[in-house]
């Protein structure tokens, strides 16, 4: 399927004419800091489901394990050794990457004590898959902003652009490879771990399509 297939990030009317941009336009700059605070609320969705961290989580907490490193530490860490990774892949940060950080993290913790945190099984499954979704949704939004990208979006899309492999496929790749290194570490691995590995990669892919498409209507 087409929606499956795209291979780039799209552009609009509205995106910036590079990452690197200083002086964005007001409207890419709210489009941005509006796809982040969606993305947020998804990571939120996707914590309070309560089956599963998300596989970027369960490496930090295997990495834990073997250092005796706290997993904020570690996920820190792995996020500046994410964005050495760039610098092979000629990967260009921008505001959004700095932004990505910030506006991410303040809406988690916003956001944590308002959600629900359903008690029955076929609920909690239901919660992380509209959490992948909308994290899908939000990563099309701030993507197309072009602004920069965070560090593991970066690798994504960096990735994509060296192997010419469709974005979908690339991110449930990357996603798997990180989920077995934590695992294999001793991090721990639940269904939402895996529904959010296998989901993610083709929720960006629906995300950049549909917003890509909305933009040009």
């Given at each position: 399927?087409?929606?499956?297939?795209?291979?780039?990030?799209?552009?609009?009317?509205?995106?910036?004419?590079?990452?690197?941009?200083?002086?964005?336009?007001?409207?890419?700059l709210?489009m941005?800091?509006?796809?982040?605070?969606?993305?947020g609320?998804?990571?939120?969705?996707?914590?309070?489901?309560s089956?599963?961290?998300?596989?970027?989580?369960?490496?930090?907490?295997?990495?834990?394990?073997?250092?005796?490193?706290?997993?904020?530490?570690?996920?820190?860490?792995?996020?500046?050794?994410?964005?050495?990774?760039?610098?092979?892949?000629r990967?260009?940060?921008g505001?959004?990457?700095?932004?990505?950080?910030?506006?991410?993290?303040?809406?988690i913790?916003?956001?944590?004590?308002y959600?629900?945190?359903?008690?029955?099984?076929?609920?909690?499954?239901?919660q992380?898959?509209?959490?992948?979704?909308?994290?899908?949704?939000?990563?099309?939004?701030?993507?197309?902003?072009?602004?920069?990208?965070?560090?593991?979006?970066?690798?994504?899309?960096?990735?994509?652009?060296?192997?010419?492999?469709?974005?979908?496929?690339?991110?449930?790749?990357?996603?798997?490879?990180?989920?077995?290194?934590?695992?294999?570490?001793g991090?721990?691995?639940?269904?939402?771990?895996?529904?959010?590995?296998?989901?993610?990669?083709?929720?960006?892919?629906?995300?950049?399509?549909?917003?890509?498409?909305i933009?040009k209507t």
């Amino acid at each position: 399927m087409k929606i499956f297939s795209i291979r780039s990030v799209p552009t609009t009317k509205w995106s910036s004419e590079k990452a690197l941009n200083f002086a964005p336009k007001p409207f890419t700059l709210l489009m941005l800091c509006f796809g982040l605070f969606l993305f947020g609320l998804g990571e939120s969705l996707i914590i309070t489901a309560s089956t599963g961290m998300s596989p970027w989580t369960v490496l930090a907490e295997g990495l834990s394990v073997t250092t005796n490193l706290s997993i904020g530490s570690l996920t820190f860490l792995v996020s500046l050794g994410v964005l050495l990774l760039w610098i092979p892949l000629r990967q260009q940060p921008g505001i959004g990457t700095i932004l990505n950080v910030i506006i991410i993290a303040a809406v988690i913790e916003w956001s944590l004590p308002y959600l629900p945190h359903p008690e029955q099984y076929s609920m909690k499954i239901m919660q992380v898959i509209c959490g992948t979704l909308l994290v899908g949704l939000a990563s099309g939004i701030y993507l197309i902003a072009n602004l920069g990208p965070g560090p593991r979006d970066g690798l994504m899309t960096g990735c994509q652009r060296v192997t010419g492999l469709p974005i979908a496929w690339v991110r449930v790749f990357l996603e798997l490879i990180v989920i077995s290194i934590g695992w294999y570490l001793g991090g721990t691995v639940g269904i939402g771990t895996v529904i959010f590995a296998f989901g993610i990669g083709p929720a960006v892919s629906i995300g950049l399509y549909f917003i890509a498409k909305i933009s040009k209507t």
